[in-house]
């Protein structure tokens, strides 16, 4: 645990193989697990998430959204996922997407990678549309616990592209300058050789090109939606991401917790030997 | 309370004038405040400056990163503030900077705009990063329970500038854009001469030639951060904001809150004053 977040993610994905199991406690899937829709429903379905990953899965991801919809008594149902998640080993990405600048983003980043906070997590997902600079405060706090973030770059929905590939006075796309400022925080704070601490999220199913992304360095860990029901299939992983698939976290939510509590390991063994075929075959 | 949101903001701010009074409870002003930094600081910190704005001004701002910081804890007592702000009959506006696709972003917005829901606020401010198409269950939501949103569109802060200003294929900025797609959204959601319902996030220290904007419609309220600590001044407001001057939340947190306890309803009532003075004189 003392390894810096890049490297602990790095030697997780050698272990276990690349998938990240998401905990996504939605309407339509507490119901469908017999489980109430509210605060204790959406603690219990973590929970057994939690239970079924623990080793199987090198890491988990649960969706702040689902947990917050209910409010104070919601996000007292997401400290104990989390705590759960942490004490099982899983490395525990905590998707809140937050954003802000200054003491705000500070207070954020607080929240989420303090040691000894409630809502201690491993790593959490962050939204640079204030600019990467706001997110210095972040960066520094996450280097100094030894925690990681993931920036908001090229999102799979159809929604994005306009924005994400609006260009800036260097002729970039806003999703390549993101990685490239992100990337310059990373080569000044990792050791050579290392991966950074600081990664992304990448769409599985973004066209590199179309976004004008591509290959980075320092590697740093790629939080990949879209695997699943969303359309990409584990045997197009090398193909999507070529030379950086082994930084690859394919995070699958919908796919595997349909299967309901009684077939969720199943499902995440089969799932995982899947991604095992193609990244570790 | 039966208008819709942006009639709602449109009567508060000719009765009241601008001022929106922040509600940040971090660790300098807990402190200088005589108030611990925790829960129960940010709760006691939160329910005073509300009895302060009580009367005084149209509007109050909690910053959720503030009361997020402590967990589960914390965003109860960030419950309480809501009520009381709602029972005080000021006009509350999470500022919470929530942005995701789907369901997820769903999520959000029912844990802040659904009447009820513990969270309950009359608007919420969300970040446009996943594409302005992304918030649209947002919009829907906001749009059935008469309550509002923010859309971050040009923010003031020195980082976000290259981001914000980078261009579409239309040649539009970022930050253009997202009013140009909102705005859409309040044409056809607002009858005739009312005002749209789905604000936008603009600093009072943008340039708008700088970031590309010029003046919209239908009008909605401008969440406008950059007044008092951050440099802009009252008398700023009608050349910053030209014809959309009308539209414009004039949000102030430090300077106000630090004031202290027992000098916040003044230092409200004196600053109300001189915003009053340009937008009512």
Known sequence: MSARFGERVRAALLARG?????????????????????????????????????????????????????????????????????????????????????????????????????????????????????LDGAFALAERTGKGLFVLAATSNPEAEVLQRSSNERGETVSSAVIAEVSARNEQASPTGEWGSFGFVIGATVDWTDAGLTAFAPPAPILAPGFGVQGAAP????????????????????????????????????????YLEVTHG
């Open 18 to 134: 690349p998938l990240c199991v998401g905990i996504d406690p939605h309407a339509g899937l507490l119901d469908s697990w017999g489980l109430s829709y509210d605060a204790a429903g959406a603690r219990e379905f973590g929970l057994r998430t939690v239970d079924a990953a623990a080793g199987r899965a090198a890491i988990v991801k649960p969706q702040v959204s689902f947990f917050e919809r209910f409010g104070s008594v919601g996000i007292a149902a997401l400290e104990d996922v989390l705590a759960a998640a942490r004490a099982a080993g899983l490395i525990v990405i905590a998707d809140a997407k937050r954003g802000d600048i200054g003491s705000t983003m500070d207070a954020y980043a607080a929240a989420w990678l303090t040691p000894g906070s409630p809502l201690e997590a491993d790593a959490v997902t962050v939204n640079p549309f204030l600019g990467v600079g706001a």
């Open 235 to 274: 045997e197009d992983l090398r193909a999507r991401f070529g030379t950086m698939s082994d930084c690859v976290i394919a995070s699958e939510s919908r796919s595997i917790l349909m299967a309901g509590p009684a077939g969720l390991a199943a499902a995440i063994d089969a799932r995982n030997a899947q």
